[in-house]
């Protein structure tokens, strides 16, 4: 055991907390046994406090590792503490990829099926326990493997469920066959959130993939101009030289904390800028490797230290179809407040998955990267609260520091089925977060 401080990705909350690692089914349920009071952590990439309990005890996913041969359906049986990367790492020369990623492959698969986490495919193929066919999870009340025909009320609220109903040891995932490592890439240029949204709504579904990056500093006729990259998976006749390499490692490292101010109106401005001239007007059809496509911030290991101390916040929330004018006056609220954030990602939702606390909803999504430091930031994130509540959307836990508990069961209708299957696996509560904590996940 050792005391460590952990964080968020973000870095804006810390807690020193006692972090223990398992390496077996038996090994968890001897520390589970102890009955104390107990966080899961992965890769430490959701953002804010999920993976880390206050004076506590927290369990380190790492040693949870195993990879099976993958089947010819493409099922494959993994450790909990395997990352996207490792397993990308086998599967892709084999012709296999992940159903979903999120935008880093440095998470692990109990991380991915604790947040069920969403990829640019959301429209098309759901979040990622959706694509998984059964896990096996120890609770304080035994292990048990759980599918969603076999106990699905506990596979779905383990899905979603940030790590509180137990730890995974491994799931089975279903991969899709790929015939290349690129993407074929259509990439366009948009003036103004306006256009760029219409362009998703009446487009994406002819892609697998699609993603914007939404200039949050602009404003009037120019306000959220956009690149738009949507894309599928290039088979053997698309590319001159097909072949499928793993991913590589990355080149870069950011060595220390920059200095605070680093990231303030005008340097982002000008890098928004740029972001936004280097991309071409229009261009369809470039072949891209998967990691330039899906993962390009793992290129430079520990880039959140580009932040300073201080950190930042990622505000990531989603509203339903109708409530497309919500994303309007988001970013309305933040251009006009002198509150600087990088390049917001905005991607379209498909269904829902039946994950009782699953963030997203068939709508809009956006995500926004937010130094901490400008006075006016906690008063306009209470305003973008307000505006998502009134719209019927809601904030993911995965990203959050801040959200207030009041907002919680208004945003996660089905918190209630999520704390009875809590209450049957866990009566005593023993697995908690600082995260679940501060929302009163569990009750008060
Ligand atoms: C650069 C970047 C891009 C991202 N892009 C996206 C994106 O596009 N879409 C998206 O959905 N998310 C995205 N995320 C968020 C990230 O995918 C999630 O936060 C994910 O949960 C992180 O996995 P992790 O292994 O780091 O878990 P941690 O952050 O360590 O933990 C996350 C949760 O999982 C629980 N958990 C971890 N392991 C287990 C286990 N074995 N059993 C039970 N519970 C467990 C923890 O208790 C915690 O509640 C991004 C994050 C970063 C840093």
Request: aromatic content about 8%.
């Amino acid at each position: 055991m050792t005391r460590q401080r952990l964080s968020g990705w973000g870095r804006t909350a810390t807690a020193v907390s006692d972090l223990v690692t398992a390496s077996s089914v038996a090994d968890v349920r001897a520390l589970v046994a102890r009955g104390e009071h107990l966080a899961i952590r992965g890769l430490g990439r959701s953002y804010g406090d999920p993976a880390q309990l206050r004076g506590g005890l927290v369990l380190d996913n790492g040693d949870l590792g195993g990879i099976s041969a993958i089947a010819s359906d493409g099922l494959v049986t993994v450790g909990g503490g395997v990352s996207l990367d490792e397993l990308l790492t086998l599967s892709i020369p084999q012709g296999w990829f992940v159903p979903v990623t999120p935008g880093t492959r440095q998470v692990s698969v109990g991380g991915a099926i604790a947040a069920d986490v969403h990829g640019k495919n959301h429209h098309v193929d759901g979040s990622f326990g959706q694509h998984v066919t059964s896990l096996e999870l120890v609770t304080p009340t035994g292990v048990v493997t759980a599918s969603p025909t076999s106990d699905p009320e506990l596979f779905w609220a383990t899905v979603g469920g940030m790590g509180l109903t137990g730890v995974i040891t491994s799931a089975t995932i279903r991969l899709i066959p790929i015939e290349t490592d690129q993407v074929l890439v259509d990439t366009e240029r948009f003036a103004n959130l306006d256009d760029v949204m219409a362009a998703m709504q009446h487009g994406d579904d002819n892609y697998r993939y699609s993603v914007a990056w939404v200039d949050c500093m602009t404003r009037g006729a120019h306000m959220g101009r956009a690149i738009l990259t949507r894309g599928d998976h290039a088979t053997r006749a698309d590319v001159a030289t097909p072949q499928l390499l793993a991913p590589r490692p990355p080149k870069l490292r950011v060595p220390f904390d920059a200095p605070s101010g680093l990231l303030n109106p005008l340097t982002i401005k000008l890098f928004n800028e740029a972001w936004y001239r280097i991309a071409p007007k229009k261009r369809d059809g470039e072949a891209q490797s998967l990691s330039t496509f899906f993962h390009p911030l793992d290129g430079v290991a520990d880039w959140n230290r580009l932040y300073g101390r201080r950190g930042f916040v990622q505000y990531q929330f989603c509203v339903p179809d109708a409530a497309g004018e919500t994303v309007v006056r988001a970013i309305e609220r933040l251009s006009s407040s002198g509150v600087p954030s990088f390049l917001a990602v905005l991607k379209r939702f498909g269904a829902a998955s039946p994950g009782y606390l699953s963030f997203p909803m068939p709508g809009w999504t956006l995500a926004l990267d937010l130094p901490v430091g400008p006075s006016a930031l906690p008063d306009v994130l209470d305003d973008l609260d307000e505006m998502v509540l009134a719209a019927g959307g809601r904030l993911y836990f995965a990203k959050d520091s801040r959200l207030s508990s009041a907002h919680v069961a208004t945003m996660y209708p089905r918190l209630e089925d999520f704390r009875a299957v809590k209450r049957r696996v866990d009566p005593q509560g023993l697995f908690t977060s600082d995260l679940a904590q501060r929302l009163h996940l569990l009750g008060k």
